[in-house]
């Protein structure tokens, strides 16, 4: 596709519930990026993959929270028993190379999932 | 302990003027810094960056000075625009780290006409 694609736009959970939530990078992106940005705040970095192996886990705020890239493309964040503290939007970013590696590589972000938990 | 902070929460500036966006940092092995501009509704779409070998980056209406002994950099935006207004989100790293950025707040930039 043209640019990072996540997918649902909204997602509306009770607390106690499961939720993936899906990113497709730019197709041939080598590296992906999950962040979590709290209303009125700036994007936090939750966890990193360079293809499919997941080289930094240390952002996710809890062992509720699981990503994934199998294939080292689709990505999916799951957080499992939500809780109201987890109401953020989920953005994902890609890059071509290994992320930042060159002066001018960029990162392109989605759109986010906003997530609400109730 | 937020490593990255932009003080000011929102500026408003009249349209053809100058708009300075301050963003201050505490961690000195930052080597990499970069602008986002986000619409709501929208990702965070990429602006400007700077290397610490430099201190100044120019990009059309838009400059990045980089004071490493302040660690302090700016964003300047000459002459503004409307389409300019949108929050802005300054951002540092490491390189030879995995290249997560952390971020500051973000600043409301409101360009009147």
């Known amino acids: 596709g043209a640019g990072v694609s996540q997918s649902p736009r909204y997602k509306v959970a009770k607390r106690g519930q499961d939720v993936a939530l899906r990113c497709d990078p730019i197709?041939?992106?080598?590296?992906l990026f999950w962040y979590q940005q709290a209303l009125g705040q700036g994007p936090e970095f939750l966890t990193y993959f360079q293809n499919e192996a997941q080289l930094d886990k240390s952002g996710l705020p809890s062992d509720r929270f699981f990503a994934e890239r199998p294939e080292g493309s689709v990505s999916t964040l799951k957080i499992q028993r939500t809780q109201q503290e987890d109401s953020a939007v989920y953005l994902c970013?890609?890059?071509?190379?290994?992320?930042?590696?060159?002066?001018?590589?960029?990162?392109?972000f989605g759109s986010g999932t906003q997530l609400s938990v109730l | 302990d937020q490593q990255v902070k932009q003080n000011s929460p929102s500026l408003s500036v009249q349209e053809g003027r100058i708009s300075i966006l301050n963003c201050d940092y505490t961690?000195?092995?930052?080597?990499?810094f970069l602008w986002y501009k986000k619409y709501p509704a929208e990702g965070p779409t990429f602006l400007i960056s700077i290397s610490s070998i430099k201190d100044k980056n120019e990009d059309g209406r838009f400059t990045v000075f980089l004071n490493k002994s302040a660690k302090h950099l700016s964003l300047h935006i000459v002459p503004s625009q409307p389409g300019d207004s949108a929050v802005y989100f300054c951002a540092a790293t490491r390189r030879s780290n995995t290249g997560k950025l952390i971020f500051g707040q973000g600043t409301t930039l409101q360009v009147k006409p």
């Open positions: 970013a890609s890059s071509l190379s290994r992320a930042l590696a060159t002066t001018n590589e960029k990162l392109f």
């Open positions: 197709s041939g992106h080598v590296s």
């Open positions: 961690n000195s092995m930052f080597d990499y």
